[in-house]
T-cell receptor, first 114, second 110 residues
Framework: EAGVTQSPTHLIKTRGQQVTLRCSPI?????VYWYQQALGLGLQFLLW???????NRGNFPPRFSGRQFPNYSSELNVNALELEDSALYLC?????????????FGNGTRLTVT | LAKTTQPISMDSYEGQEVNITCSHN???????ITWYQQFPSQGPRFIIQGYKTKVTNEVASLFIPADRKSSTLSLPRVSLSDTAVYYCLVGEKGRRALTFGSGTRLQVQP
């Protein structure tokens, strides 16, 4: 079974630019979660998508947005990049309706903003 | 919300048993307790999940007392490769746990 895949693995952007990160969940998983992890810190919850709808959102400004496609893959968009957006962005997936099933994470996209 | 508290860091030696305790005083009746392991520059990996008493799998055991206000992750005979950050999550009122705490940084030495 293929795991959660994220692309690109690394990205360098300039302050003020926009970036799109992509995530493909495990086959059969309908929920996708996005987390931000700054260097040396814990995971901060960003967004949760299920069946194409945004179900929950963390404490992040509106320039962080995303969407989920009919095939359950997802994109995370960050507009007007700031230096503090430099972080590892992690995507996770879980099966439909299984509230207590563990999250399955990809290995993330390392974003560097200069 | 079921907030969790874990030690910031722990040190151990190869071959020892390591126990990491997580406090979750406000755990709700239908909340599960889930532990993840994270290596640098990788996503967290599921280790074990439980609701009450004891759960054991091929990598760890999870002990949960009757009041469920805490839980202990037990790693038998750790090796250098167990050096990682360990996170305890508790479901938020029966819904999926979304909030990761600061985790426990385990350093295993030879």
């Amino acid at each position: 079974e293929a795991g959660v895949t994220q692309s690109p693995t690394h990205l360098i952007k300039t302050r003020g630019q926009q970036v799109t990160l992509r995530c493909s969940p495990i086959s059969g998983h309908t929920s996708v979660y996005w987390y931000q992890q700054a260097l040396g810190l814990g995971l901060q919850f960003l967004l949760w998508y299920d069946e194409g709808e945004e179900r929950n959102r963390g404490n992040f400004p509106p320039r962080f947005s995303g969407r989920q496609f009919p095939n359950y893959s997802s994109e995370l968009n960050v507009n007007a990049l700031e230096l503090e957006d430099s972080a590892l962005y992690l995507c996770a997936s879980s099966p439909r309706g299984a509230e207590n099933s563990p999250l399955h994470f990809g290995n993330g996209t390392r974003l560097t903003v200069t | 919300l079921a907030k969790t508290t874990q030690p910031i860091s722990m040190d151990s030696y190869e071959g020892q048993e390591v126990n990491i305790t997580c406090s979750h005083n406000n755990i709700a009746t239908n909340d599960y307790i889930t532990w993840y392991q994270q290596f640098p520059s990788q996503g967290p990996r599921f280790i074990i999940q439980g609701y009450k008493t004891k759960v054991t799998n091929e990598v760890a055991s999870l002990f949960i007392p009757a009041d469920r206000k805490s839980s202990t992750l037990s790693l038998p005979r750790v090796s250098l490769s167990d050096t990682a950050v360990y996170y305890c999550l508790v479901g938020e009122k029966g819904r999926r746990a979304l909030t990761f705490g600061s985790g426990t940084r385990l350093q295993v030495q030879p």
